[in-house]
């Protein structure tokens, strides 16, 4: 076989919209794809150096924890290393490391005082040549940070695709009797550390959708059966700003791209449609009408377009139209119910709730909006609330084991699957963040 564009063949793991984008510029490490099996890239990464070599040790972990759990990459184990603490300025013994199967090696160092600084670089170890090197810092009390801008600079090093490590997800927090159910929106890093409570549970908080820079936070708010309002949360100073209750119910909703508008459902008697809000004043605008069902409204990337739930045929299927209106066409036939849509970046696939005639169980798919083509991710049952990362290559999604509500990962190719810890016991409904600033 011919010699590939290592970056090129690395983006063959990723999803089939960063493998559009994916550059074959700076060939980098070789991935073997043969028959459309994808091998995950070998690499070896060494305890980051530093001064504390706890800290040093802390950093490392999360860092090998990270790239692993997106599923390209496989970790050689660090008992067979020729060295166990890297030395970012120095080149690595490019033989030792393919003796123990390493095509990348990554060395890097960390130190914390008034503020955290990190630097690595990553190695071809069969070129014997650099592919990535970075420095960075933030500050002292965010250390985790440091660990996960680490990530993604190897990650984009070796993908030619930005990673998505340095990010958060938002996420409702549930606790109590079943009977009386305390609702608290929370936030954590992507990876489920970092936790910590938003709200104070006096107001079931559900269904937050965080705005395009992550400043804000829009969630609906139950104060009694037939009563729901929408309101804003300011992340950096914990201002809540209430929007308003309109009709008997109002929920789901979501950011326009340009974090100028909301977009939500409003229920009046039986019927609930979709309205339009500007943030910066007026009255809601009401974007659908008929006698049906329309909810869960998210945006298209270019704001020009909407996709949504409806049962308008019978059964809950998703539509898309305008967002000045007229008429809506129905993006799904396979499976007796799609809900809780979000369409990519490149406006090419959508990722849903689905559910197949005949069968019970909830999971989370994609559906290439081309051909129509549908793809299962998830495997186990009762899934909801899918929500992707900036990049498109990994979404986060809600499901139950043993009773209680988990968040789960998983790769927009089904490839990686793994669930993320936390310290709370029953999550539901998470929302990811865009890139940090």
Same mark, same amino acid.
């Given at each position: 076989?011919?010699?590939?564009?290592?970056?090129?063949?690395?983006?063959?793991?990723?999803?089939?919209?960063?493998?559009?984008?994916?550059?074959?510029?700076?060939?980098?490490?070789?991935?073997?794809?043969?028959?459309?099996?994808?091998?995950?890239?070998?690499?070896?990464?060494?305890?980051?150096?530093?001064? *504390?070599? +706890?800290? =040093?040790?802390? $950093? &490392?972990?999360?860092?090998?924890?990270?790239?692993? %759990? @997106?599923? !390209?990459?496989?970790?050689?184990?660090?008992?067979?290393?020729?060295?166990?603490?890297?030395?970012?300025?120095?080149?690595?013994?490019?033989?030792?490391?393919?003796?123990?199967?390493?095509?990348?090696?990554?060395?890097?160092?960390?130190?914390?005082?008034?503020?955290?600084?990190?630097?690595?670089?990553?190695? *071809?170890? +069969?070129? =014997?040549?650099? $592919? &990535?090197?970075?420095?960075?810092?933030?500050?002292? %009390? @965010?250390? !985790?940070?440091?660990?996960?801008?680490?990530?993604?600079?190897?990650?984009?090093?070796?993908?030619?695709?930005?990673?998505?490590?340095?990010?958060?997800?938002?996420?409702?927090?549930?606790?109590?009797?079943?009977?009386?159910?305390?609702?608290?929106?929370?936030?954590?890093?992507?990876?489920?550390?970092?936790?910590?409570?938003?709200?104070?549970?006096?107001?079931?908080?559900?269904?937050?959708?965080?705005?395009? %820079?992550?400043? !804000?936070?829009?969630?609906?708010?139950?104060?009694?059966?037939?009563?729901?309002?929408?309101?804003?949360?300011?992340?950096?100073?914990?201002?809540?700003?209430?929007?308003?209750?309109?009709?008997?119910?109002?929920?789901?909703?979501?950011?326009?791209?340009?974090?100028?508008?909301?977009?939500?459902?409003?229920?009046?008697?039986?019927?609930?449609?979709?309205?339009?809000?500007?943030?910066?004043?007026?009255?809601?605008?009401?974007?659908?009408?008929?006698?049906?069902?329309?909810?869960?409204?998210?945006?298209?990337?270019?704001?020009?377009?909407?996709?949504?739930?409806?049962?308008?045929?019978?059964?809950?299927?998703?539509?898309?139209?305008?967002?000045?209106?007229?008429?809506?066409?129905?993006?799904?036939?396979?499976?007796?119910?799609?809900?809780?849509?979000?369409?990519?970046?490149?406006?090419?696939?959508?990722?849903?709730?689905?559910?197949?005639?005949?069968?019970?169980?909830?999971?989370?798919?994609?559906?290439?909006?081309?051909?129509?083509?549908?793809?299962?991710?998830?495997?186990?049952?009762?899934?909801?609330?899918?929500?992707?990362?900036?990049?498109?290559?990994?979404?986060?999604?809600?499901?139950?084991?043993?009773?209680?509500?988990?968040?789960?990962?998983?790769?927009?190719?089904?490839?990686?699957?793994?669930?993320?810890?936390?310290?709370?016991?029953?999550?539901?409904?998470?929302?990811?963040?865009?890139?940090?600033?």
């Amino acid at each position: 076989m011919t010699m590939m564009n290592r970056r090129a063949v690395l983006a063959l793991g990723l999803s089939s919209a960063a493998m559009a984008a994916a550059s074959p510029a700076l060939a980098q490490l070789q991935i073997t794809v043969s028959g459309g099996n994808f091998t995950p890239l070998p690499i070896a990464i060494p305890e980051f150096a530093s001064a *504390d070599p +706890a800290f =040093g040790r802390d $950093v &490392t972990q999360i860092v090998r924890n990270n790239l692993v %759990n @997106s599923g !390209l990459f496989r970790l050689i184990d660090p008992a067979s290393y020729p060295v166990v603490t890297g030395t970012p300025d120095a080149t690595p013994d490019f033989a030792a490391w393919r003796g123990i199967g390493a095509d990348g090696v990554v060395m890097g160092g960390a130190e914390r005082g008034g503020s955290i600084q990190s630097s690595l670089r990553v190695w *071809d170890t +069969a070129a =014997g040549q650099q $592919v &990535t090197g970075k420095a960075y810092g933030t500050d002292a %009390n @965010s250390w !985790l940070r440091i660990a996960h801008m680490a990530s993604d600079a190897i990650y984009s090093g070796l993908t030619g695709e930005t990673g998505y490590f340095d990010t958060r997800i938002v996420y409702v927090a549930e606790s109590g009797p079943k009977a009386n159910r305390t609702k608290r929106l929370a936030i954590m890093d992507q990876d489920g550390a970092n936790n910590r409570i938003l709200t104070d549970g006096r107001l079931a908080a559900i269904t937050p959708r965080l705005s395009p %820079n992550g400043q !804000l936070c829009a969630y609906m708010v139950l104060d009694g059966p037939q009563s729901s309002g929408i309101f804003i949360l300011n992340l950096a100073t914990g201002q809540t700003q209430a929007l308003g209750r309109f009709g008997q119910m109002s929920c789901a909703p979501r950011f326009s791209p340009d974090g100028r508008r909301l977009v939500f459902s409003v229920t009046n008697g039986a019927v609930t449609n979709i309205y339009g809000l500007d943030l910066a004043g007026g009255q809601p605008q009401q974007l659908t009408t008929g006698s049906a069902i329309d909810t869960s409204p998210s945006y298209s990337a270019d704001g020009q377009r909407l996709t949504f739930e409806s049962d308008r045929g019978g059964r809950p299927q998703i539509y898309k139209q305008n967002i000045n209106g007229g008429s809506a066409e129905r993006l799904t036939f396979v499976g007796n119910y799609n809900a809780n849509a979000k369409l990519s970046v490149d406006g090419q696939t959508m990722v849903m709730v689905h559910r197949q005639d005949g069968y019970r169980n909830f999971h989370i798919a994609t559906q290439d909006l081309k051909s129509g083509n549908l793809r299962i991710l998830t495997e186990t049952s009762l899934d909801e609330s899918p929500t992707v990362s900036p990049n498109g290559t990994m979404l986060i999604y809600a499901t139950r084991q043993q009773g209680k509500g988990v968040l789960m990962l998983v790769s927009t190719n089904g490839r990686a699957r793994s669930v993320i810890p936390t310290q709370f016991t029953d999550l539901r409904v998470p929302s990811w963040s865009p890139y940090l600033p």
